[in-house]
């Protein structure tokens, strides 16, 4: 692709080291105590080193140097209702001064939990964990139970976890996709092997029924991002999803809503309200939480019951605890306000109206997608149908135009992903178009 504009990243990044002079001297003293200088390894791959921050506030977020800025990130997504909301801070001190963990029952786990089996359509019973990678595999493992079956499918560029058996082909190389003939492809060393692991891409139908010829009596599961948030926020195409739903009744196999992201961010329902289409099994995390580690499991109480009669194993030493369970009951609480969620989306649906007008105004090849207060911003001709059609876009140009942001006060993830919160006013949106307008002049 022909560029037509440049972000004069170099003059940015001088600008931002001047201005973070205390983040950098946190990084390097952190290099040599935490392994990678960060608690997660994608936290590394920013410009120009990885910021420290004080505190947030609503849409905001101020680093230990004083700068403040807008905060499209929000913490890889669990931020929904903004940084520190007062619903949240106060439901959360309230529980800390009655106990922070017991180790035993309390009410908020039922509480929270037949709220949730009233907003989630697959949720006639309902788990908790601490982590999205957990949820899944614990709907795993009930798939593999339940179906006396051993593999699972799963998409190309659809992110479920950081565990061996999932994190696969999550964001191939054009070459690694070539050498590996449709095989799973590992994300890094040391993983065990993926006997197990199918995969194939996403919004292909005949993929997924040719997989199903080849090892229908094998295939326990079928797992998928119903919307693709982790790969350039690609919806399903219409019909796809109710395809898969379809697939997997008629080869008595479970389908799986990987809802970690869209879950509480395109609908209060996650994507089976937002698309229409209900799974067996449903994992949630991220936004549930509003900020505090938390994750879910929801599913038909016939397979949720397996859980309940011990025959499969789902353990861990915080998973329903107070703190965690109070921040869900007060997050929900909020985002079942009336209207919340048609403001986000029309906020959402503005700023990247305007996002792409600037950018295409100055001749950029730029295209937007998603849905809701999720969507996914790239430097190319056309919308991606699947992981692979990403792989056209000119990456290191939206890392330019993220470290450009950057100096305007505006904070964006690395990999072209935006997220926005309640706290996202029409101010705020406003205040992103000017230096939007800045970086473009």
Same mark, same amino acid.
Request: charged share 20%; glycine share 8%; hydrophobic share 40%.
């Given at each position: 692709?022909?560029?037509?504009?440049?972000?004069?990243?170099?003059?940015?990044?001088?600008?931002?080291?001047?201005?973070?002079?205390?983040?950098? !001297?946190?990084?390097?003293?952190?290099?040599? !105590?935490?392994?990678?200088?960060? !608690?997660?390894?994608?936290?590394?791959?920013?410009?120009?080193? @990885?910021? +420290?921050?004080?505190?947030?506030?609503?849409?905001?977020?101020?680093? $230990?140097?004083?700068?403040?800025?807008?905060?499209?990130?929000?913490?890889?997504?669990?931020?929904?209702?903004? %940084?520190?909301?007062?619903?949240?801070?106060?439901?959360?001190?309230?529980?800390?001064?009655?106990?922070?963990?017991?180790?035993?029952?309390?009410?908020?786990? /039922?509480?929270?939990?037949?709220?949730?089996?009233?907003?989630?359509?697959?949720?006639?019973r309902v788990t908790f964990a601490n982590s999205g990678t957990?949820?899944?595999?614990?709907?795993?493992?009930?798939?593999?139970?339940? *179906?006396?079956? %051993?593999?699972?499918?799963?998409?190309?560029? %659809?992110?479920?976890?950081?565990?061996?058996?999932?994190?696969?082909? /999550? =964001?191939?190389?054009?070459?690694?996709?070539?050498?590996?003939?449709?095989?799973?492809? @590992?994300?890094?060393?040391?993983?065990? @092997?993926?006997?197990? *692991?199918?995969? $194939?891409?996403?919004?292909?139908?005949?993929?997924?029924?040719?997989?199903?010829?080849?090892?229908?009596?094998?295939?326990?599961?079928?797992?998928?991002?119903?919307?693709?948030?982790?790969?350039?926020?690609?919806?399903?195409?219409?019909?796809?999803?109710?395809?898969?739903?379809?697939?997997?009744?008629?080869?008595?196999?479970?389908?799986?809503?990987?809802?970690?992201?869209?879950?509480?961010?395109? =609908?209060?329902?996650g994507a089976q309200g937002y698309y229409g289409v209900v @799974?067996?099994?449903? *994992?949630?995390?991220?936004?549930?939480?509003?900020?505090?580690?938390? !994750?879910?499991?929801?599913?038909?109480?016939? +397979?949720?019951?397996?859980?309940?009669?011990?025959?499969?194993?789902?353990?861990?030493?915080?998973?329903?605890?107070?703190?965690?369970?109070?921040?869900?009951?007060?997050?929900?609480?909020?985002?079942?306000?009336?209207?919340? +969620?048609?403001?986000?989306?029309?906020?959402?649906?503005?700023?990247?109206?305007?996002?792409?007008?600037?950018?295409?105004?100055?001749?950029?090849?730029?295209?937007?997608?998603?849905?809701?207060?999720?969507?996914?911003?790239? /430097?190319?001709?056309?919308?991606?149908?699947?992981?692979?059609?990403l792989l056209a876009a000119d990456a290191a140009l939206y890392?330019?135009?993220?470290?450009?942001?950057?100096?305007?006060?505006?904070?964006?993830?690395?990999?072209?992903?935006?997220?926005?919160?309640?706290?996202?006013?029409?101010?705020?949106?406003?205040?992103?178009?000017?230096?939007?307008?800045?970086?473009?002049?």
């Amino acid at each position: 692709m022909i560029r037509t504009i440049e972000f004069d990243a170099e003059r940015r990044e001088r600008e931002i080291r001047l201005r973070t002079v205390g983040s950098h !001297s946190r990084y390097e003293r952190a290099c040599r !105590s935490l392994a990678g200088g960060v !608690s997660s390894g994608l936290r590394r791959h920013v410009r120009p080193y @990885p910021l +420290y921050f004080a505190s947030g506030s609503g849409p905001r977020v101020t680093d $230990v140097d004083g700068n403040t800025f807008i905060d499209y990130g929000l913490a890889w997504g669990p931020l929904i209702l903004g %940084h520190s909301p007062p619903e949240l801070a106060d439901a959360i001190a309230a529980q800390a001064r009655r106990g922070f963990t017991f180790g035993a029952q309390h009410d908020l786990e /039922f509480e929270v939990s037949e709220r949730l089996t009233e907003i989630i359509p697959c949720a006639d019973r309902v788990t908790f964990a601490n982590s999205g990678t957990e949820a899944v595999q614990v709907a795993l493992r009930l798939a593999r139970a339940i *179906t006396q079956r %051993h593999k699972f499918l799963k998409f190309e560029g %659809h992110y479920h976890g950081w565990d061996d058996s999932v994190l696969v082909s /999550f =964001h191939p190389t054009s070459a690694q996709v070539a050498s590996a003939a449709g095989g799973p492809v @590992p994300v890094g060393t040391g993983q065990r @092997p993926h006997y197990g *692991t199918l995969v $194939v891409e996403w919004n292909d139908r005949d993929a997924v029924e040719k997989a199903f010829q080849e090892h229908s009596d094998q295939i326990s599961a079928v797992i998928c991002e119903p919307m693709l948030c982790n790969s350039g926020s690609i919806p399903p195409e219409p019909g796809f999803l109710e395809f898969l739903r379809e697939i997997s009744v008629r080869h008595g196999t479970l389908l799986i809503f990987d809802e970690v992201i869209t879950g509480f961010r395109l =609908h209060l329902a996650g994507a089976q309200g937002y698309y229409g289409v209900v @799974p067996d099994l449903a *994992t949630y995390a991220k936004a549930l939480g509003g900020g505090i580690a938390l !994750s879910a499991i929801t599913g038909r109480a016939e +397979y949720m019951d397996r859980i309940a009669d011990g025959t499969v194993v789902h353990a861990g030493t915080l998973n329903g605890n107070p703190i965690a369970l109070a921040c869900a009951k007060a997050t929900l609480d909020v985002l079942s306000r009336p209207d919340l +969620y048609t403001e986000l989306t029309r906020r959402a649906e503005r700023l990247r109206a305007a996002l792409e007008k600037l950018l295409r105004n100055r001749g950029c090849s730029v295209v937007t997608s998603g849905a809701g207060a999720v969507f996914h911003v790239s /430097f190319m001709e056309s919308r991606a149908r699947r992981y692979r059609d990403l792989l056209a876009a000119d990456a290191a140009l939206y890392s330019d135009f993220a470290l450009a942001l950057l100096s305007e006060g505006i904070l964006v993830l690395p990999d072209g992903r935006w997220y926005l919160s309640a706290a996202h006013t029409d101010a705020v949106i406003d205040d992103t178009v000017v230096a939007l307008t800045r970086i473009l002049a």
